[in-house]
């Protein structure tokens, strides 16, 4: 059951942040400083548990936040 839950938190986290963005660019019309905030968080926490068996390097991890700040 706990195997479940930890499968279940991140992605209703993630479902909920994408959630967020879309009414966020609702409400202004356009996407806004606060949805590319969220679309970041999102994207940051999709790379997380994109494959959480496998060891990723530093280098991985600069690589992949620079790709995200490079949205901005």
Known sequence: ????????NPHFLYNTLHL???ESVGLMGKPNKASEMIEQLSDILSYSFSN??????????IANTCVILAKV
């Open 1 to 8: 059951m706990q195997a479940l839950q930890a499968q279940i």
């Open 20 to 22: 967020i963005y879309w």
């Open 52 to 61: 959480p068996n496998v060891r990723v390097t530093w280098e991985a991890e």
